[in-house]
């Protein structure tokens, strides 16, 4: 009975920490709100939404309008993910808030795929609309993108290496349990949605918690030791960077605290599981004659498991680019190893210690970034130029139309490991050649 007791205690927790209320009141609170044209009507005790979330279900947004709803249609302000939902009693209505000082704002970083376009706010703290839109990109893909080959060419190609394949398990774990979970985003209104992009995404757990979460704290404990700093100061940026993205997700109305919690847990968990073998990762993908087969079949089959889970959305295109990404980098690393190109600092000269930081430092640093990154969006886009038309082609699908031809499995998981497997071994092995070829490296 005790156990009853606890189990019936934790799922009121749950639905407790899912509700989207919780969410409206902090960007209240934060000063954010939302320009509903409409007010729903109370719900009907014991028959909430939020009783049940596991239970809803994920419309796509070209069948609806989604995010908070298009400016003077009171049916679509009412809808979410597809799914009605009932407003915060609490919430004032936006019609009836007028504020000169406030600013106001269209929900960031339109995604071009589904069309979700979203309703405009209004800001009344400028420094925290900032800071949580600095937070959220700490967990955005894109950022990954460019923090490890900056990490790769400028500071430690052996912390960057093993933290791509953290980024690729973590984004794939994540993903895939979005997609058997299915929990749709929190309700608009009462939730303002700040972000729009990953809207038409399954919710639970907040992937970006989870990348927030795994990668500062694994590149704490890969570098603590190998360089030399405070275990204080190394702690305390991984908790910050963790927290700021964590929080920055209830921010931008796109997760409940729940889903941020079970995130930064999750992550946290994978992260124990990978930390203690990533030597024996990362050596394998050096030194073994399988190792070329056994990174793409794992890969790939991964990617294949991930697009099996659901129907089209913007997380499987995530979940390949992260795997392709994984891929390439790995092949790469064995392709450096065994031309003799992968040089790591020798176990005697650890602990590492940062350089003086002199004028030319910085230039020969930011130069080697800004070439590389060149490279890097110039493969990209010669890559994508030829493999989406070239697969279309081949599956008998028109060209004319690329966001419709991308929402095809067999179009998008090739296109997706083709273009971000050769930029991950691009920026693993050719840039690398090409920094030494101009004297850079």
Known sequence: MANDGLVKTFVNVCNYLQEPCHVARFQRLCGVKGTFTDKSQKPKAGHTDQDCPGLK?????????????????????????????????????????????????KPLRRN????????????????????????????????????????????????????????????????????MVRWSRPASPPVVKVEVFYNSEYSMPSTHAMTGTAIPFCLFMLTYGRWQYSFLFGLCVALSWSVLVCVSRVYMGMHSILEVVTGFLYSLLILAFFHPILDKIDTFYMMSHYAPLVIVLS???????????DSWSTSRGDTAQALGTGAGAAL??????????????????????????????VLRSVLRFLLGVAVLLVTRMAMKGVTIPFLCRLFGLPTDDVRRARQHMKVELPYRYIVYSVVGF?????????????NLA
Not at 334 to 359: A, F, K
């Open 426 to 438: 691009s920026c693993v092995v050719v840039v690398p050649l090409l920094f030494g070829m101009l």
């Open 57 to 105: 279900q994920r419309i796509r947004s070209s069948d609806v309008s989604v995010g908070n709803g298009r400016a003077g249609d009171a049916a679509a302000a009412s809808q979410v993910n597809g799914t009605l939902s009932d407003a915060d009693p609490d919430a004032p209505s936006a019609a009836a808030v007028v504020d000169p000082d406030a600013a106001r704002s």
């Open 299 to 309: 890969h790939v089959s991964l990617g294949l498991v991930a697009f099996s889970l």
């Open 112 to 179: 071009s795929l589904t069309g979700d376009v979203g309703q405009e706010f209004l800001i009344h703290n400028k420094f925290l609309f900032y800071l949580f839109t600095f937070g959220t990109e700490l967990g955005n893909e894109m950022f990954f993108i460019v923090f490890f080959p900056f990490v790769f060419w400028n500071i430690d190609a052996l912390v960057s290496r093993r933290l791509i394949v953290v980024w690729a398990w973590n984004l794939f774990v994540g993903q895939s349990t979005k997609d």
């Open 332 to 361: 790469a690393t064995h392709v450096n190893y065994q031309l003799g190109l992968l040089v790591d600092p020798p176990l005697s000269s650890l602990p590492l210690t940062l350089p003086p930081i002199t004028t030319g430092l």
